[in-house]
């Protein structure tokens, strides 16, 4: 599987963003998959996931009530809606996709494919 983020952007805080990723591959539908984000000089963190049936979606606690992760399986893309961003959402952004089960759906390391991320900067 290979993966293309896009849809990153510098903007002000309280600004929205929605970030896309694209997945090649039919075995898409089959995975998990996941946003993770990585600031500089800080270790890469969880964002937002969701399950292969889309029965199962989790945020990081920083996130939650202004991120909202979408999956549209038809066409194999992942979606990340970003709303009243703050300069500590400053990261670049990588979504991921595994064949981890739910329990470790927040763990970077279970993931198998990345994308090659795309940055997203807040200034206040």
């Known amino acids: 599987v290979q993966l293309q983020a896009s849809g990153g952007g510098s903007v002000q805080a309280g600004d929205s963003l929605r970030l896309s990723c694209i997945a090649s591959?039919?075995?898409?539908?089959?995975?998990?998959t996941a946003w993770f984000r990585q600031a500089p000089g800080k270790e890469r963190e969880f964002v937002a996931a969701i399950s292969r049936n889309n029965n199962h979606i989790y945020y990081a606690d920083s996130v939650k009530g202004r991120f909202t992760m979408s999956r549209d399986n038809t066409k194999r893309q992942v979606y990340l809606q970003m709303n009243s961003l703050k300069p500590d959402d400053t990261a670049v952004y990588y979504c991921?996709?595994?064949?981890?089960?739910?329990?470790?759906?927040?763990?970077?390391?279970?993931?198998?494919?990345w994308g090659q991320g795309t940055q997203v900067t807040v200034s206040s």
């Open positions: 991921a996709v595994g064949n981890n089960i739910l329990s470790s759906l927040r763990i970077a390391d279970q993931y198998v494919f």
């Open positions: 591959g039919r075995t898409f539908n089959a995975y998990n």
